[in-house]
């Protein structure tokens, strides 16, 4: 095993096998990609696993690529909605913000919020966003999707 960059690499042979994202990897042998998590080198961060495998297909690891998004996010969303009226976010079903204009609510969990429990209009809109692939809610004048990638799921958010 080989860790970069090079301040982490004290950490290298450390077992990840109890971690969910490879515990799925190495039972289904396809790529995944986690939720947030704690890593083993103190951050939170989510985990591309994808599994390396020999010519004659047998399986030799995987190569894992830890990632923050909220920075990854910050650096497509910001450009791209430049000059629009919508504010975006964009959570993990469980409610974790990976993304929010006001970086202070990037890292919290909407579903656990205190402004979220005492708010029953965003109670109920947070558990619909969370809940449905897709939707709008024109009292709220917002709409969401989700977008995916190894069957993780995320919802992007827009509100007028």
Do not use: C
Request: negative net charge; hydrophobic residues 40%; without cysteine.
């Amino acid at each position: 095993m080989t860790i970069e960059p090079a301040s982490y690499r004290h950490l290298e042979g450390k077992d990840i096998s109890d971690q969910e994202q490879v515990k799925r990897m190495l039972d289904r042998r396809n790529p995944v990609l986690s939720e947030v998590f704690m890593t083993v080198e103190g951050i939170e961060a989510d985990d591309v696993e994808y599994p390396v495998t020999a010519s004659d297909g047998s399986f030799l690891g995987a190569v894992s690529l830890l990632f923050s998004p909220e920075k990854l996010l910050t650096g497509v969303i910001f450009p791209a909605a430049a000059g629009e009226t919508a504010e975006i976010f964009v959570m993990e079903r469980g409610g974790r913000i990976l993304f929010h204009p006001e970086k202070s609510r990037s890292g919290t969990n909407l579903l656990a919020s205190g402004e979220f429990i005492t708010d029953e209009k965003l109670r109920r809109l947070g558990e619909r966003i969370a809940a449905e692939p897709e939707g709008k809610d024109l009292e709220a004048n917002a709409a969401w999707t989700s977008v995916s990638l190894y069957d993780t799921y995320w919802r992007l958010a827009a509100f007028k």
